[in-house]
């Protein structure tokens, strides 16, 4: 079974930056595609960055030149990092998976970590 496990959310001042992690855990053989979510309150969980199998990594507009989507492979774990925050980024952010196990391959969410961007 796998389990995914984010931290590194907080409060920031506007212009601050932190580093989201999701770490996988279980019998993995290898993470896919990754992707970090977002979901403000009243609003629609919506995608801010992903990256292909391939490494190919694409960004919503309004987060392309601040955030960065990386990958550990040894550590099993994704990184979401994100500078130069505005209060419109305030959210629970959510990291989704795609990982191989010895039964097959599956998406997997983070349980969530908040990310509050005020002065």
Do not use: H
Request: charged share 15%; aromatic share 8%; proline share 3%.
């Amino acid at each position: 079974q796998v389990q995914l496990v984010e931290s590194g959310g907080g409060l920031v001042q506007p212009g601050g930056s932190l580093r989201l992690s999701c770490a996988a855990s279980g019998s993995i053989f290898s993470i896919n595609a990754m992707a970090w979510y977002r979901q403000a309150p009243g609003k629609e969980r919506e995608l801010v960055a992903a990256e292909t199998s391939g490494g190919s990594a694409n960004y919503a507009d309004s987060v392309k030149g601040r955030f960065t989507i990386s990958r550990d492979n040894a550590r099993n774990t994704v990184y979401l990092q994100v500078n130069s925050l505005k209060p419109e980024d305030t959210a629970v952010y959510y990291c989704n998976v795609r990982i191989s196990t010895e039964i097959g391959t599956g998406d997997y969410w983070g349980q969530g970590t908040q990310v509050t961007v005020s002065s």
